[in-house]
């Protein structure tokens, strides 16, 4: 069939480009390690960063919220299913996230991506410009491309030229949205500077936490606890599935956005609601991220990140200073990096090679990602097995 053929060609293209991803089933909990394929490998891929996915108390917590709720909700948020696990769940993350926003109400989301969605497709309307940074998540993307706001793109980590479209937009309203963290290459976003500008412009400033949720800030609170930032202007999204572990997001402003944003956001009226067991566990998530616990886990994770750039003894790759749990490695050329992501695998190593979309790191590399869960004893294993095959690439080379 014709139509079959062109898809299939078109398929052959992207895996003679080395673009075509394949998945692979994993027999186990999400953890340091899992079995792939009847092995069992060590894990540096997931966004767990805080290691509750498989946390006994987290799973405990789903097991009692099944117990309560059952399986499925059965309706959306509006119709009969909004459950009082989901309305304790948004009280306690505005609760949590109250020291950084004025008057503020959280809205849960099933996911990150309906959250960056749902955002911007409700608050970005007819009349708004909408700057969004050039490497922005897919959420936010294709938020931006729901909206029917006049769509403007300002360069990765360009406040100067952000500063110039803003002063020259004559919209009513302004949005500008960015990633905290950006996932590929693990850098964070200048936000004082970034609220500076929508505070001076009259800007919404619409932030993705994801990558930052739970991580950054010394109670967890993410990326506005990290630097101290607190505004009417700002409206927070933060992502429930990395490092709290379960899934979901949520969606933090002023009481009148999450209002409007109830009564307007296509993603979070126009789905079945989450699972109440999902929000249930989440509250046992939160505790343990506000409480000594999430403390611990994160001063653990702060450490296994010094570990391995002390371990990491690199000739010629280059470790890129990243502050979050996603930390970047650089081998040189694109296909190196797939080389080595692929004789880490056989060693018994997971380490994904990714391509950040443009920017400061427009080659594949391999991306570490951390979690409180790992042991000192698996970044030295890891840092082990880099430097060995960095030695057997280049090895008796001199590279000066
Ligand atoms: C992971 C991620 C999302 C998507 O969140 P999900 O809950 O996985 O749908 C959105 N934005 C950013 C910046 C992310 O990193």
Known sequence: MKLITALELELQRLGRGHARQARRSIDSPCAPYVEVDGRTLLSFCSNDYLGLASYPRVVQAMHDGVERYGAGSGDSHLGSSHSNAHALLEQKLAAFIAPHLESPRALYFSTGYMAGVGVLSALAGRDVDLFSESLNH???????????????IFPHGDMDELARMLAASN?????????????????????????????QHGAWLVVDDAHGFGVLGENGRGVLEHFGLRSPYLVYIGTLGKAAGVSGAFVAAHETVIEWLVQHSRPYIYTTATAPALAHALLTSIDIIAGEEGAARRAHLRQLIALLRTQLNLQRWRLVPAETAIQPLVTGSSEEAQETAARLYEQGFWVPAVRSPAGAMDLTHLRIGLSAAHTNEDIAQLAAALCSLEQSRHGGRKDK
């Open 171 to 199: 919209a009513a309203i302004k949005v500008v949205v960015t990633d905290s963290v950006f996932g590929a290459d693990g850098d964070i976003a200048p936000l004082p500077e970034l609220l500076r500008l929508c505070e």
């Open 138 to 152: 897919a959420a936010l993307i294709d938020g931006a491309r729901l909206s029917r706001a006049a769509l403007k």
